[in-house]
């Protein structure tokens, strides 16, 4: 990576939009338990905005959909919830190493960057089911707790927990912020567009490609760590779910924006928020209409949200027009 | 062999199924050179152009700069070792500026972490004749700036080696011209150069030095007036085209 111009421009002018993302979602993570008395929902939504970030960081900038991808995210919460009840580690370090096992295991998919979208796309899935079967596997029972779920609730604290979650939120959000405004979100978005002009440009697009993934997955491999702490107990079904760590995760940030920086927060805390009211009343239809959504997105605003909520705020900061 | 050689082509095949698009091409670039690379529409120039910078890797025959293989290299290889294009049907990254596509080949490129970053950028928009479009998002800009700016990315880049797909294609007299000069100019900051294009007076401003293709084959490689008197150049490429 290009450190002696990592920013083009300079990195101050991140401020007004560093801000814009932090004091609402600060605002709601602190404000919102009080309102709504149910701190787990609030915990959730944390880990999604962190699996949002960490898709877009794929999907948006680098143009690859992983199906598969809530596969980090399962594999996150099983390092840390091993190695905090095998090895008695400390919390923060046992999450840390569970999100350099999943980045560890992306790193399998790397050869696969070379190939078009699609065969990523369907490899993703497979890797998904696999670990699924392993971690699920009653030979391993000794190790993952096979199909009876994992414990380490020795370690348990909702409300630190809550708090990192928050935290880490905010900075997977900032995190894509500082990719979009460096070289290196540049370089992706130019090998997004072109694989071919970009390559000539001297970007080894398979490299900035592998960065990418690396830290998607070990942004969704932290997510999967915090959530299982939350959780203390966790069957393999309730971490290996692609309904809601991978589809409703690509449906948040499609909503909102792929390749943006505000697209998948804003996407995800609309989104995740109807989720959790509908689910109250029609707990089954409820995927039925999401995948409806899915479809009309992709159909109709591909890009999201997003572009409109730019020009709505033009509009209110500008009415004038912008010069 | 020639030591000397910036670029040696040498027995290139590359087949598109049961089509032999390049059947064989060798040819050589000494320091200096401009070789002005003609041939009818499908004889096989932009393949021989994709081959050597990267983007299709050829079924026979090897590629040599400066002496070294190159041809089983990634794109990004052979840019850093320089050799670059521009492309016939010009690849901008339009959501980005002018001056950022121009960045990219500046920090990615040959001689990448420059210190003098905004000094090249600007030499280069002055050059391609693109400065007042710096901050103007690339999908914006009309073809033939397009055209300039896929010049200006692969000028920053540094390239020895530079290999110049129907640039003047497409546009009026006046600013075919004003590229031909443009060469001339580029000419001065690199080893060597390609230029493939079917209008011959535009070559003829270029350069002497042609290689004739036709369907796949090097029919023809001389000097330009010798080019066009001869009968099988005559034949398949001046007949079809009219003689230009
Ligand atoms: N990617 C490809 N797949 C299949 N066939 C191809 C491909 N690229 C080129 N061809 C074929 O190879 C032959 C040579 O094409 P090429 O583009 O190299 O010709 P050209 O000399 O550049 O022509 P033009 O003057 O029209 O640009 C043509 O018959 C073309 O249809
Ligand atoms: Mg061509």
Excluded at chain 2, 146 to 157: C, E, G, H, I, V
Aim: charged share 15%.
């Amino acid at each position: 990576m290009n450190f002696r111009h990592f920013f083009l421009k300079d990195p101050k002018r991140m401020w007004p939009e560093a801000s814009m993302l932090v004091a609402p979602l600060a605002v709601i993570f602190i404000l919102g338990p009080d309102i709504y008395p149910n701190q787990s929902i609030f915990m959730e939504l944390a880990v999604f905005i962190m699996l949002a970030d960490a898709l877009n960081i794929v999907y948006g900038y680098t143009g690859y959909l992983p199906f598969g991808f809530g596969v980090f995210f399962a594999v996150g919460a099983y390092g840390t919830a091993i190695l905090i009840s095998h090895a008695s580690w400390q919390v923060a370090p046992a999450i840390i190493a569970g999100a350099c096992l999943a980045a560890l295991l992306s790193l399998l998919f790397t050869p696969l960057l070379r190939l078009s979208g699609a065969y990523f796309a369907i490899s993703s899935l497979a890797a998904f089911e696999a670990f699924y079967l392993i971690f699920s596997n009653t030979q391993l029972t000794s190790l993952t707790g096979g199909p009876y779920g994992i414990s380490f609730t020795q370690v348990y604290n909702a409300n630190l927990d809550y708090t990192a979650a928050v935290v880490l939120a905010i900075a997977s959000a900032i995190v894509v912020l500082v990719i979009s405004k460096s070289t290196f979100g540049i370089a992706l978005q130019a090998i997004r567009e072109d694989r071919f002009a970009v390559e000539l440009a001297g970007v080894s697009s398979l490299r900035y490609r592998t960065y990418a993934w690396l830290i998607s997955s070990f942004i969704s491999g932290i997510a999967g760590g915090l959530f299982g702490w939350y959780q203390g107990f966790f069957y393999p079904e309730a971490v290996f779910n692609l309904t809601e760590f991978s589809v409703l995760v690509i449906v948040f940030v499609l909503f909102g924006g792929k390749g943006t920086v505000f697209g998948p927060v804003v996407g995800t805390v609309i989104l995740f928020l109807v989720y959790e009211i509908l689910s109250l009343t029609f707990s089954n239809s409820l995927l039925i209409i999401f995948g409806l959504l899915l479809v009309v997105l992709v159909l109709f605003i591909p890009n999201g949200i997003e572009p409109l909520l730019r020009k709505a705020a033009d509009l209110l900061l500008y009415p004038d027009g912008r010069d | 062999m020639d030591g000397g050689a910036v670029l040696e082509v040498n027995g290139i095949v590359k087949r598109f199924g049961s089509l032999e698009a390049l059947g064989g091409v060798s040819l050589s670039l000494q320091s200096g050179d401009i070789l002005g690379l003609i041939g009818p529409n499908g004889s096989g120039k932009t393949t021989l152009i994709n081959v050597v910078s990267g983007l299709l890797y050829p079924d026979a025959g090897s590629l040599l700069l400066y002496g070294r293989r190159i041809d089983r290299l990634s794109p990004h290889r052979r840019s850093h070792l320089g050799v670059n294009r521009t492309f016939q049907i010009p690849h901008p990254f339009t959501g980005l500026t002018v001056r950022e596509n121009i960045d990219i080949s500046l920090l990615f490129g040959r001689l990448g972490n420059r210190a003098d970053l905004d000094q090249r950028a600007e030499d280069i928009l002055k050059l391609a004749g693109l400065s007042e479009f710096s901050e103007h998002k690339a999908g914006n800009l009309n073809t033939s700036q397009k055209k300039m700016l896929d010049l200006a990315k692969a000028l920053a880049t540094e390239p020895k080696v530079l290999l110049v797909d129907e640039l003047a294609a497409g546009l009026n007299t006046s600013e075919a011209e004003a590229v031909a000069r443009l060469l001339k100019e580029v000419r001065k900051s690199v080893d060597a150069m390609i230029v493939v294009e079917h209008v011959m007076n535009f070559i003829k401003r270029v350069t002497e030095d042609v290689v004739v293709l036709d369907a796949g084959k090097v029919i023809f490689s001389g000097k330009f007036i010798d080019a066009v008197k001869d009968s099988k150049v005559r034949e398949v490429y001046l007949g079809k085209a009219g003689g230009t």
